[in-house]
């Protein structure tokens, strides 16, 4: 063999190598303690190792016929391998690792100047687009989300212009999809809004602070996984990440660096001039995943992310995560789908606004709709029968698929031999409370969204449109709230929004000592109060009640609030003052008071 040829063919060897090696973890599932580890770090291996070989032999592989898209690929596959990895870990630094790999290829042009001719490159491109987007969705990078997206719609009208015989149909949907996200995600159209992620600069309140150190419970659980599910038809998305559960992921998760709450520049410049990365260098700096995470901070509880799943899968995932609970831990379940099969739940929407008189009458128009859902009510003399665990549904399936696709109440028994968290949104929510009394082990901590959702304007309810409300409280209270009334957030309202960040950062910082300090407060909820992620569910559950309680009159409002079972201290009920004080102060604020009516505790 020629020296000349001994470089290029070791080279393809490592391609090919490594390729086989990742055909094997590509496709294993994202959920479980110890799936795909083994293999993981097996090809992992490979493609770092012929990473530093193309690092090294640049040169000699330019010369024999190396492409930079080709770099680019092998840059690719790694950042795709550090997604998978931070998906069935939930680490930060996984993510991390991608964006750089992924913020590079884009910068170093790998994918541009390759011929556009070459249709199976430019698939390639499109393909890696895709993957760059979610990961800086994930990551909360906006800026670098548009400057994507616009090469990715530049790409495709360059594609179909140049291969007309070629249908790129899916690829504009794919377009279509990330421009409705970023239209109604919070974090593009209120820029100045907080961020889902907990950050301890904005979600640690100094004042209960000492409460919550000294707080111990006769039984404390660490929150160690979650299951994250949204099933309804034209949901909002991008990928298979749904917007509530994309909500839902970052609110259970740290914020990597206080760095990442400020908005980054796209492209970067020296001296006013942008760099060009479209030279020779393949050089990648590895060691910024250090720099850009914070080591002190705890582990991301894992979450197993379920894409529309069947029924029958939903319940291996739960079965498998349940199993490989670590002791002394509690499992998330986060469930939101209709009650009702191919329902795009936007019926039944109450508006806020009128008196209350008229808010009564429209309450007393539905008295067919209180009676159609008092099935749930069944079992309200504490008498339940096993038809009481098999009426009402959440379904998770296509139009027309029958009775296999629905979820009962009685399907999560099985799985309260363990610890469990359960937030349900659906329309169908409340015929889960008969859970509780039902549970084989543990007694369940139970969340449950309103029936119906409350605006001020109907439009604002379609959940294929705006996401969901009860989602929205529990991760964005304060968005939540404004969206409610119609209270219209942006860059110029700073002042105000952060008048009113402070309103509930204090009411919510009373509310922790009270938690604390309350003798009647259920082992339910005592046992994860520790917990930064579930203590702030809780009292952002608080909040959600008591707004929605003091926007309807007590009379036939059931269905338009929440449910939390057992029961929270009555010291933290909708009508004591320490919470309506707080509703009532950020109406004043916003002057939204007259959507409002609050009554002496």
């Not at 016929?65 to 630094?93: C, D, H, K, P, V």
């Not at 008229?358 to 504490?382: D, F, P, V, W, Y």
Request: aromatic share 10%.
């Amino acid at each position: 063999m020629a020296e000349e040829d001994v470089v290029p063919k070791t080279f393809r060897a490592l391609v090919e190598s490594a390729d086989r090696k990742f055909a094997r973890v590509r496709d294993l599932p994202s959920y479980g303690r110890a799936q795909g580890q083994h293999y993981f770090q097996k090809v992992f291996k490979a493609y770092m190792r012929l990473w530093k070989y193309q690092q090294e032999h640049r040169a000699e592989l330019v010369k024999a016929g190396l492409n930079r898209w080709e770099i680019g690929e092998i840059a690719g596959r790694i950042g795709q391998l550090y997604f998978g990895q931070y998906m069935r870990t939930s680490e930060a630094r996984f993510l991390v690792e991608a964006y750089i790999f992924y913020e590079a290829i884009l910068k170093r042009r790998y994918f541009e100047g390759c011929g556009v001719k070459d249709l199976r490159v430019r698939f390639k491109e499109l393909r890696f687009y895709a993957r760059f987007l979610l990961v800086s969705l994930i990551l909360n990078r906006t800026e670098m989300v548009k400057v994507v997206v616009e090469k990715l719609r530049a790409l495709i009208d360059d594609c179909k212009a140049n291969f007309r015989e070629t249908n790129f149909k899916e690829w504009k949907l794919v377009e279509q999809e990330i421009l409705r996200f970023i239209n109604i995600d919070t974090t593009f159209t209120i820029p100045s809004s907080r961020p889902f992620r907990y950050c301890a600069m904005l979600n640690c309140h100094p004042n209960s602070v000492p409460y919550v150190a000294r707080f111990h419970a006769k039984k404390v659980l660490k929150f160690r996984d979650a299951i994250l599910m949204s099933y309804h038809r034209n949901e909002v998305k991008f990928a298979e990440l749904t917007l509530d559960v994309y909500r839902m992921l970052q609110c259970l998760e740290w914020e990597p660096s206080g760095s990442f709450y400020q908005k980054h520049p796209a492209e970067p410049k020296e001296n006013g001039v942008a760099v060009d990365y479209s030279g020779a260098s393949g050089l990648i700096d590895m060691n910024l995943a250090a720099d850009m995470t914070d080591p002190a901070l705890p582990p991301n509880p894992r979450k197993a992310i379920l894409y529309r799943p069947s029924l029958t899968h939903l319940i291996a995932v739960m079965a498998t995560i349940c199993e490989e609970l670590p002791p002394e831990s509690i499992m998330l379940v986060y469930l939101s789908a209709s009650g009702t099969p191919g329902q795009i739940n936007t019926s039944h929407v109450e508006t806020s606004g009128g008196s209350r008189r008229t808010r009564k009458s429209m309450l007393t128009s539905h008295s067919s709709l209180e009676q159609n859902c008092s099935a749930t009510e069944s079992h309200i003399n504490g008498v339940k029968g096993p038809s009481d665990y098999y009426n009402d549904f959440l379904w998770l399936g296509p139009k027309g698929n029958g009775g296999s696709s629905n979820l009962y109440p009685g399907d999560i028994i099985p799985f309260t031999r363990r610890p469990l968290f359960l937030i349900i949104d659906s329309d169908s929510s409340h015929a889960f409370k008969v859970l509780h009394g039902a549970e084989r082990g543990e007694k369940a901590a139970l969340l449950l969204s309103p029936l119906r959702p409350t605006f001020k304007g109907p439009s604002s309810a379609d959940i294929t449109q705006n996401g969901s409300q009860f989602t929205l409280f529990l991760t964005a209270p304060l968005l939540a709230f404004c969206q409610m009334v119609g209270f219209s957030l942006s860059d110029s309202d700073m002042e105000v929004l952060n008048s009113a960040e402070s309103i509930l950062s204090t009411a919510f910082s009373k509310w922790e000592v009270i938690l604390c300090k309350s003798p009647s407060l259920d082992l339910v909820w005592a046992q994860v109060l520790s917990d930064p992620f579930l203590r702030r569910l809780i009292v952002r559950f608080i909040f959600c009640r008591a707004v929605l309680s003091a926007i309807w009159p007590p009379e036939g409002s059931d269905q338009y609030l929440p449910l939390c079972i057992p029961q929270l201290p009555n010291s933290l009920s909708p009508k004591s003052d320490v919470v309506q004080s707080c509703v009532s102060q950020l109406a004043d604020h916003l002057k939204v008071s007259n959507y409002f009516h609050f009554e002496d505790s």
